[in-house]
């Protein structure tokens, strides 16, 4: 009956907010066991404000590859877009440029790179985003090693180095006193305006119709190819400001920046719930896959366990968070 | 004089190189009339439709909608007209809920600063007064399209091509992949179509669903009117006599 609550409705609606909070649930669970094997570390607030400095930068390039994942594409080249954009970043500013304009050069060259794997896919019609994004990985990469001569190039602006490292302290001089880093706040507000973007305006509609079925996007007369070149746009533009925040953590552009960052976005995505099959996934999940991944590497560090090691339980926590994932789809479709 | 048809197409003719898909077909339908169109495959059905909704340009003959002459170049053309096609394939967005892809590419929205944000309220409160008016019944306008039976999703599908002043809907085997039960739900809507005084035109291939619901039923044969004949009291025999006529 249209307009009536179907009974067992108000069940339904409870039981699929709680299968949104099953990460947050992971998530409180990780940082119990934590406090719990390492109490005089990991609960104290330079430990957490380290690990959301730490995030950022995957946490920013996961955004926007949850853009393209969600058209049911992927984005190979972001680590290098990343790492090309830190070089020029550091390059411009040796060269007298005023800060805010490197740090434009760096986002737009970002978007720049963005476009052309945008306008490989829909003009040359390469079969698959995964040829196009390889290919500009590999050129981005070269780009860079080319412009920086393969060294790194410390000292950046004052300006850049505030976005990656500063901190907001809040509630100075009392016990309550926290510092919050500046790159933590950019990654919370891009996350805003991206859960805007993609949940409450119609062209975010259209990029979940269009991974969901493409011919459903076409019947309904919407633009797909400029939707797509669109979507590689703002992930390339992101990695730009990926690269800025991890820039001003290090203070440096190093030319191996960013090597393998591709595949931890695309871990964040994944174990933040979005579907590889496109048309599904949130920034709040993958906000929350970005801060698993943050938590599991941290706690691994204080309970110094090898970097090794750490690979391998990421590679873990994918396969889990995957499967865990289908179980529920099965269990939805006998539901229904 | 009587008000003119809803859409003529006279003299319709369509090759593909050498092969000629329509000869000098006249196809009309009237407002409030279900016309079943029916023939085998390779008959020139879709062919016909895909001119009517501007997927093809025809190589002679010519198209009036309300009595005006008109040349499609883009389904969009058709589209403001308010001639509606509901593909085969339904072409649903399943992972969106029944509000979503009622609105897809058209979506309300509302200014909100600098942003033009969706009107969910508004959007929902249309797509269930548009739904009642069709008396199509749904667990819920929320749910993912895709956990929707067939004959829901074929359902919102319909109520898609017509929740926007629909003059003429298209629709492409309707029935052929629902049960008796869902069939029949399919059926009664396309009758309610007809009483808000919609036109429709149904391909299908199931002749005991086309005979139940057609005012007239039009028979391709090879790209030729094979003929027209009364929807209620043609009998099934003839009709399929001239599906197959003139066949080795």
Redesign the interface.
Known sequence: ???R??PG?GW?RVRAALARMDLLLVVLLMMAVLTALQPQFFLTRENLTNVARQIASNAVLALGQLLVVVTAGIDLSVGSVMGLCMTVLALATKAGWPALASLAAAVALGAGVGAANGLALTRLHLPHPFIATLATLNVARGATYLLSGGVPISGLSPEVRWLGSADLTVFPGTPLATAIPISFLVVVALYGVGT?FLR???TG??L??L???P???Q????DTARLLVLVYVLCGALAGVAGVLLAGRVNSAYPTAGIGAELDSIAAVIIGGASFFG??GTPGGVFLGAVIMGLLRNGLNLMNVSVFWQQVFIGLIILLAVYVDVLRRRA?QVE? | MSAPARVEMRGITKRFGPVVALQSVDFSVQPGEVVGLVGDNGAGKSTLMKILTGVYRPDAGEIRFEGRQVHFSS??DS?RLGIE?V?Q?L??????DTV??LF????L?RPVWL????DEPAMERRA?EH??ALR??????RLAVE?LSGGQRQAVAIARATAFAAKLVIMDEPTASLAVAEAGKVLELIRRLRDQSVSVVLISHRLQDVLEVSDRVVVLNRGRVAGVLPGHSARMEDVVALIVGGAA
């Open positions: 009956m249209v307009g609550a179907a409705l339904d805007v409450r305006t119609p509609r259209h979940y119709a991974g969901g079925n011919r459903a996007a019947y309904a007369g919407i048309g599904r939805a229904s | 389904p969009l589209r096609m593909y394939d072409g649903l967005a399943e992972n969106l979503a892809n897809l590419g058209r979506e929205t942003w033009r944000l969706l269930a739904l009642e199509v019944e749904l667990p819920s306008l956990r």
